[in-house]
């Protein structure tokens, strides 16, 4: 059964500060990986998403990283923002959309940037 | 284009009590899902539909059915609610070509 893991589960920074989270993976069987945030008392937002066969993709100050072999994932923020404090959450498919197994998820790192 | 939308925002039952957990997508996608998120559990899948009419269980169906009538809409109906099933319920849909996928804002259930 796949197994997603995020480190760290929290993380209060400065603003302004590079930071790096971590996800990783059990199975590397996998289709995508996408990076969601999720704001208090709302849903998820897609942020990034890497299908098995790219490397990386970015989006403004967003830069996530796939090595599928090992099973791990970096998403970098550059120069972090207040607004940037959410819970960003990892996850996998094994089929294109999700297919019947859907996605599986890490349990998140809670994200606190400090004005 | 409102994407995924959910009905009701919040919700209180009583144990024993039933209750129908509306969402909708107007993005003319094929699939969707139901998740539900707990502290410190992630968000497991609950039912997913490939397309109107079709239903399958995933990872935590117990206590749940679902319904899809149509492409727009998929329920989720609680037939006897338990307090263990208190919970945050997300409905979500991906992308055709795209896979990214697109989440409802969540309905917020607590069973007392």
């Known amino acids: 059964k796949q197994e997603v893991t995020q480190i760290p589960a929290a993380l209060s920074v400065p603003e302004g500060e590079n930071l790096v989270l971590n996800c990783s993976f059990t199975d590397s069987a996998i289709y995508n990986l996408q990076w969601f945030r999720q704001d208090p008392g709302k849903g998820l937002t897609s942020l990034l998403l890497?299908?098995?066969?790219?490397r990386e993709q970015t989006s403004g100050r967003l830069n996530a990283s796939l090595d599928k072999s090992s099973g791990r994932s970096t998403l970098y923020i550059a120069a972090s923002q207040p607004g940037d404090s959410a819970t960003y959450l990892c996850a996998v498919d094994r089929y294109s959309g999700g297919g019947a197994d859907g996605l599986t998820f890490g349990k998140g790192t809670h994200l606190i940037i400090q004005p | 284009n409102a994407g995924v939308t959910q009905t009701p925002k919040f919700q209180v039952l009583k144990t024993g009590q039933s209750m129908t957990l509306q969402c909708a997508q107007d993005m003319n996608h094929n699939s969707m899902y139901w998740y539900r998120q707990d502290p410190g559990m992630g968000l497991r899948l609950i039912y997913y539909?490939?397309?109107?009419?079709?239903?399958d269980k995933g990872e935590v169906p117990n206590g749940y059915n679902v319904s899809r009538l149509n492409k727009r809409e998929f329920s989720l109906r609680l037939e006897s609610a338990a307090p263990s099933q208190t919970s945050v319920y997300f409905c979500s849909s991906p992308g055709e070509g795209t896979d990214t996928q697109y989440f409802g804002p969540g309905t917020r259930l607590t069973v007392l």
């Open positions: 539909s490939a397309s109107e009419g079709t239903t």
């Open positions: 890497i299908q098995s066969s790219q």
